[in-house]
């Protein structure tokens, strides 16, 4: 099984700050690794696929990148609505897997 | 609009059976895989099963394999899981979730999820 880990567990910044959120795979996934966002409460939501596009609707202040066996999220500038459990998820192999999660609080 | 509604979630108690359903709405269900997801309380995404567009081929997690089995209607839109002898570790909500054309693709849309607890 492809054992995904993200860091870091959980984070706390201020409005308007970069973020950065880690994920790695235990072995090569190429590009097949995606993102999601999950609010309290609610299901997760597709941000990210393919490693680095973006998903239609999805605020430009989102990004990812990376491939092989590491991957980044990148939140360009922090907003009070990103507040949030974000996933990493590999699509290269079955079993699919997640990451552990990253939950983003505003300081 | 896309759309996928669960239901059949509820209190069941251990070694008991439930049938899980999702109703999809606003795309082509026959030319999609479908995938169920579930959370833990306070937990974690954990994948649970896959099914081909067609449901030719199907694909369930170690922790429900013997016990679940993932099947679809594509004459109703609808998805199923069934859930024989059922454990406290299966307490969660559960989640369908739409792929693309094939198994091995991003989970695009998500259901709002059904809860299901496992408890005497």
């Known amino acids: 099984d492809t054992q995904m880990t993200q860091s870091p567990s959980s984070l706390s910044a201020s409005v308007g700050d970069r973020v950065t959120i880690t994920c790695q795979a235990s072995?090569?996934?190429?590009?097949?690794l995606s993102w999601y966002q999950q609010k309290p409460g609610k299901a997760p939501n597709l941000l990210i696929y393919?490693?680095?596009n973006l998903e239609t609707g999805v605020p430009s202040r989102f990004s990812g990148s990376g491939s092989g066996t590491d991957f980044t999220l990148t939140i360009s500038s922090l907003q009070p609505e990103d507040i949030a459990t974000y996933y990493c998820?590999?699509?290269?192999?079955?079993?699919?897997?997640f990451g552990g999660g990253t939950k983003v609080e505003i300081k | 609009e896309v759309q996928l509604l669960e239901s059949g979630g509820g209190l069941e108690q251990p070694g008991g059976s439930l049938r899980l359903s999702c109703a999809a709405s606003?795309?082509?269900?026959?030319?999609?895989?479908m995938t169920w997801v579930r959370q833990a309380p306070g937990k974690g995404l954990e994948w649970v099963a896959t099914?081909?567009?067609?449901?030719?081929?199907?694909y369930h997690a170690d922790s429900v394999k013997g016990r679940f089995t993932i099947s679809r209607d594509n004459s109703k839109n609808t998805l199923y899981l069934q859930m024989n002898s059922l454990r406290a570790e299966d307490t969660a909500v559960y989640y369908c979730?739409?792929?693309?054309?094939?198994?091995?693709?991003?989970?695009?849309?998500w259901g709002k999820g059904t809860s299901v607890t496992v408890s005497s």
């Open positions: 979730a739409m792929q693309g054309p094939v198994i091995l693709y991003q989970m695009e849309v």
């Open positions: 606003g795309f082509i269900f026959s030319n999609n895989a």
């Open positions: 099914i081909t567009s067609s449901g030719g081929s199907i």
């Open positions: 072995q090569d996934i190429d590009k097949y």
């Open positions: 393919d490693a680095s």
């Open positions: 998820q590999q699509y290269d192999n079955l079993p699919l897997t």
